[in-house]
């Protein structure tokens, strides 16, 4: 894993590795659910990127295209994105659905982990 002054951010997932990236993470994992076409998904990416920032080591924060990788959000039951899971321990402990500002999303998963 690179190490320095990279910094982490958030990682890409596909259904083919969700259940290695998200299911049976370590650390408690956000997942965004989002499509290129969404405004408010691409309206909250930034906020995703900067918490991914402030949280690494403590919660890994996800993104998956759902135009590209069906089969996760219908597992879930996906039905409007931007679309955030938190999972902890392989199970969903919280979702939210909807854009939101920064605060509330860093208030939401500080609740929930």
Do not use: H
Request: charged share 20%; net charge negative.
């Amino acid at each position: 894993m690179p190490s320095g002054d990279i910094q982490m951010s958030t990682v890409a997932v596909t259904d083919a590795t969700f259940d290695a990236e998200v299911r049976k993470s370590d650390v408690p994992v956000v997942v965004d659910f989002w499509a290129e076409w969404c405004g408010p998904c691409r309206q909250i990416g930034p906020a995703l990127e900067e918490l991914s920032n402030e949280y690494a080591g403590k919660v890994k924060i996800v993104k998956i295209n759902v135009d590209e990788n069906p089969e996760s959000p219908a597992l879930l039951g996906v039905r409007g994105i931007p679309a955030l899971f938190l999972f902890k321990d392989g199970q969903v402990v919280s979702n939210k659905v909807g854009a939101a500002p920064k605060a509330a999303l860093a208030s939401w998963i500080a609740g929930a982990i």
